[in-house]
């Protein structure tokens, strides 16, 4: 079973093989369709934390933003 587009979220940048520029959600999705389910369930897990991890020969690599809290003026 491959990740579909709400699997990755906007604000989580995907870098593939060590490029510069993040990846594209379609294709994160074409790779993982060969993926086994615990080489899936690694990735989703690395989705949710950031980090960095190698599955088939890719190397890939989670930025998570984070959260910006609004200050009130009082």
Do not use: C
């Amino acid at each position: 079973m491959a990740l579909k587009k709400q699997s990755i979220r906007s604000t989580q940048k995907i870098y593939l093989n060590k490029d510069q520029n993040p990846s594209g959600k379609e294709e994160i999705i074409i790779l993982s369709e060969s993926w086994t389910e615990r080489e899936e369930v690694l990735f989703r897990k690395i989705l949710q934390q950031g980090g960095s991890v190698n599955i088939q020969g890719n190397h890939f690599r989670v930025v998570k933003e984070e959260k910006q809290f609004r200050l009130r003026e009082y």
